[in-house]
């Protein structure tokens, strides 16, 4: 009796794990767990947020450099994430993300975006003209009216290690002290903009992309300890379906 009733507790603690991971993947995220980049993959993942099959701006894409526009006055963001922030680095089920709170901000258009998480995918979603690069950091932010914003900081292997990326290996599991702005390169004024979804089901829309120009370097060390945890939680690219790519 003590052992189902014990069995049972397990369960549920695994489930109430499950559904709380979830949670803090993305603010929109439904309760959904079963999707996978496996057997579940993007291929089936209209089964899990219809959008992800129907919608027309999906994310990630291909960046065609060459044919980007100019960016529009109201698309330049102003970057404020030079804030000390403690955050919590937890494994989500489908990413390595770190939970921040009282995180920087973004604003564009007059509207603030509040950091909320940031995770990594173990190769690049994004390409640059048929590039895919090693890592990407997805910093997403939220703003009061729970539109969504992110920052994709792109990684390729290199001699020098990354700060930031080693803060957040040494601490899965556990809480870190962090410079939201430690993660952005040192050019952040320099980046691509396009309209796009989340990566991950719902996929829903109307997701402002910013994607770094300045790739970062991470060692092969970091990159391998990453996708130890996950190495092939990348979406493919989607059709951009007459989207404008604004570049700055
Ligand atoms: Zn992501």
């Not at 291929?43 to 899990?48: C, L």
């Not at 129907?54 to 960016?71: D, V, Y």
């Not at 996950?230 to 604004?246: A, K, S, T, W």
Request: hydrophobic share 40%; with cysteine; charged share 20%.
């Amino acid at each position: 009796m003590n052992k189902i009733f014990l069995g049972l507790s397990v369960a549920a603690l695994l489930v109430t794990t499950a559904l709380f991971a979830e949670e803090h993947h993305t603010s929109a995220a439904t309760h959904e767990v079963h999707w996978n980049y496996e057997d579940h993959g993007p291929a089936h993942w209209g089964e899990f947020g219809e959008t992800c099959q129907l919608g027309k701006a999906q994310s990630p894409i291909n960046i065609l450099t060459k044919q980007t526009s100019m960016i529009g006055k109201s698309s330049v963001i102003a970057l404020n994430e030079s804030v000390k922030s403690s955050a919590s680095v937890i494994d989500n089920g489908h990413a390595i993300q770190v939970n921040v709170e009282n995180g920087g901000m973004v604003t564009v258009d007059g509207v603030d975006y509040k950091l909320a998480q940031f995770h990594f995918h173990g190769k690049s979603e994004e390409q640059i003209d048929g590039k895919q690069y090693d890592l990407v950091a997805h910093m997403v932010h939220k703003s009061a009216f729970g539109n969504l914003l992110v920052i994709a900081v792109l990684f390729e292997e290199g001699k020098t290690a990354n700060k930031t990326v080693q803060t957040v290996l040494d601490s899965v599991g556990k809480s870190m002290e962090m410079n939201p702005a430690d993660l952005l390169p040192k050019n952040s004024n320099s980046y691509f903009h396009f309209m796009g979804s989340l990566t991950t089901p719902p996929c829903s829309e109307n997701v402002k992309w910013y994607v770094m120009k300045e790739i970062q370097s991470a060692s092969k060390e970091q990159i391998t300890a990453l996708r130890k945890f996950y190495d092939h939680n990348y979406r493919p690219v989607q059709p951009l379906n007459g989207r404008i790519v604004e570049s700055k």
